[in-house]
């Protein structure tokens, strides 16, 4: 299982954020992000939004550490990349 996390670069709510992706299904992701104690209102769309102040936290869980660009080109040729309007968990 390899899960993927971009660097906290994404402005909202007063804060910066990462995202939290797989490769292979959202299974993996969910899976992963409970065993992280990730909470499920976290997911949107195709991601798990994770708080700056938890992405050490979420990389010695396991998450592989890639560029933003990278987690859309994964999302992307695994077929996972949901729009705005499509369905969440």
Request: without cysteine; aromatic residues 8%; charged residues 25%.
């Amino acid at each position: 299982m390899t899960i993927y996390i971009d660097p906290p670069n994404w402005p909202g709510h007063g804060r910066m954020w990462s995202h939290l992706v797989s490769d292979v299904s959202y299974d993996e992701l969910h899976a992963f992000a409970e065993k992280a104690g990730v909470p499920s209102r976290a997911f949107e769309r195709d991601h798990y939004d994770i708080p700056s102040h938890r992405y050490a936290e979420v990389v010695a869980a396991g998450a592989v550490e890639v560029s933003s660009r990278e987690v859309v080109r994964l999302l992307h040729g695994a077929g996972l990349r949901r729009r705005k309007g499509g369905l969440s968990r």
